[in-house]
């Protein structure tokens, strides 16, 4: 069963801390995705990855950065947690095929829902 | 600006009754539309999608409809299950923007028994 798995599902954080959440996908996908899930908001891309080392800004790229040492890992850090990155964190994988087939189908892991206190 | 709009934040339908989730975007580029169903503590999982060159697919209890020229789509679920009960999201891609995927806000469909 093809999957996408988060480190934690949950988490709690003091402001100031480094964060790390990892996601593995055994898929063999190219792209890898970091979303945030806040209430009204909707789904929000923070960074993705089109291949191993290579990174891009999302839409809300501010207070995160991002690591791809290798090509089924993708690692969300937050270098400073603060009480507004209190929210649903979703990795997300594709295939870098065709645009506008199934190819463009995420697969989404579980979540991680991170609480900075 | 969003490109991706869902208006109704949430929506509440009797079982076995029809339930219409709707989605309006605004990039004429957008070619292939999904649907993904989302539960709480859950990721997001893949619903049903359409291609620009349709205007309906169809897969089982669901139905996606898609008019080009109002730049809409919707989410037919018929009939509507308890289990049906999750919030969903629309997203869209465009032919120039590789694989990216923009969402919507979401819809939270409650169906009562």
């Known amino acids: 069963d093809v999957k996408v798995t988060q480190s934690s599902r949950y988490l709690v954080k003091r402001t100031g801390e480094k964060v790390f959440l990892e996601c593995v996908q055994d898929?063999?996908?190219?792209?890898m995705f970091w979303y945030r899930q806040d209430p009204g908001l909707g789904l929000r891309l923070i960074y993705f990855s089109y291949d191993v080392k290579m990174k891009e800004k999302g839409d809300i790229p501010e207070g995160y950065s991002v690591s791809r040492e290798k090509k089924e890992r993708f690692s969300l850090i937050l270098e400073s947690a603060s009480t507004n990155q209190t929210s649903m964190y979703l990795c997300?994988?594709?295939?870098?095929?065709?645009?506008?087939?199934?190819?463009?189908?995420?697969?989404f892991g579980p979540g991680t829902r991170l609480l900075v206190l | 600006d969003q490109q991706v709009k869902q208006n109704s934040p949430s929506l509440s339908v009797q079982e076995g009754r029809i339930s219409i989730l709707n989605c309006d975007y605004t990039?004429?580029?957008?070619?292939?539309f999904l649907w993904y169903k989302k539960y709480p503590a859950e990721g997001p999982t893949f619903l049903i999608s359409i291609s620009s060159i349709k205007d309906k697919n169809e897969d089982g209890r669901f139905t996606v409809f898609l008019n080009k020229s109002a730049k809409h789509l919707s989410l037919h679920i018929v009939p509507s299950q308890p289990g049906d009960s999750a919030v969903y999201f629309c997203a869209a891609s465009a032919w120039n923007a590789g694989n990216m995927l923009t969402f919507g806000g979401g819809t939270r469909l409650m169906v009562k028994p």
């Open positions: 898929m063999d996908h190219e792209n």
């Open positions: 997300a994988s594709s295939l870098a095929g065709l645009a506008g087939t199934s190819d463009l189908v995420y697969v």
């Open positions: 990039n004429s580029m957008f070619d292939y």
